[in-house]
């Protein structure tokens, strides 16, 4: 089975970042017989963990039998090969398989992200997605820098923004349907995209 990491939505008022499908475990051995079976919530947290995991990547993972299998996107330098040696790390670890790809380097690629982030996150309905810190760049000429050094926003989000070759494609996990369309709506309104696709999916409550 594979997820994307920081598929994770927050219910309103929430500052906390909850675990992709993590699970109540009751005591120590049972968390210690689940790291051994099914080691997928600490190679997530190792990814989300590396300082420069952020709403322009996205990377999913798939795990069977000892070996992990990285996909996905990355637009942060180096975080191909940071995430795959965080994950070698993980106990009942064998084997990563590194498929994510890199997005290409690209000015306009880098206006749709930037523009497509300030749309989303400063949405007055999905403004409570944005973490605390989040918002560091959060004034143009912030942005602006950030942007020509390769940096993105920091903080977890659980909407990612996959920008390729002028292709807009929105990831992770929201509270409702009404948040999704309202992404999809935010994205699409960003000028100079050739398309957007969304791929966000809604919160199962229990």
């Not at 926003?153 to 002028?166: A, F, K, R, W």
């Amino acid at each position: 089975m594979e997820r994307n990491i920081g598929n994770t939505a927050r219910s309103v008022g929430r500052r906390a970042v909850a675990v992709v499908a993590a699970a109540l475990l009751v005591g120590a051995t049972a968390v210690s017989a689940q790291s051994r079976t099914d080691p997928i919530a600490d190679i997530e947290q190792a990814i989300l963990r590396l300082p420069y995991y952020g709403p322009f990547d996205a990377i999913s993972v798939s795990y069977e039998k000892g070996t992990v299998t990285l996909g996905g996107y990355a637009y942060a330098l180096g975080l191909i090969k940071d995430a795959e040696r965080a994950v070698k790390r993980v106990s009942g670890v064998d084997t990563v398989v590194n498929k994510i790809e890199a997005l290409p380097a690209s000015l306009n690629d880098d206006e749709l992200r930037w523009r497509t982030f300030y749309a989303i996150y400063t949405n007055a309905f999905l403004s409570r997605y944005a973490p605390g810190a989040g918002m560091l760049w959060g004034h143009p000429g912030g942005a602006r820098r950030a942007m020509l050094m390769g940096l993105q926003p920091i903080g977890t989000y659980p909407i990612h923004i996959i920008v390729q070759n002028g292709r807009i494609r929105l990831v992770g996990e929201v509270d409702t349907e009404a948040d999704k369309t309202m992404a999809n709506m935010e994205a699409r309104g960003v000028p100079g995209s050739f398309a957007v696709e969304n791929q966000l999916t809604v919160r199962t409550r229990p």
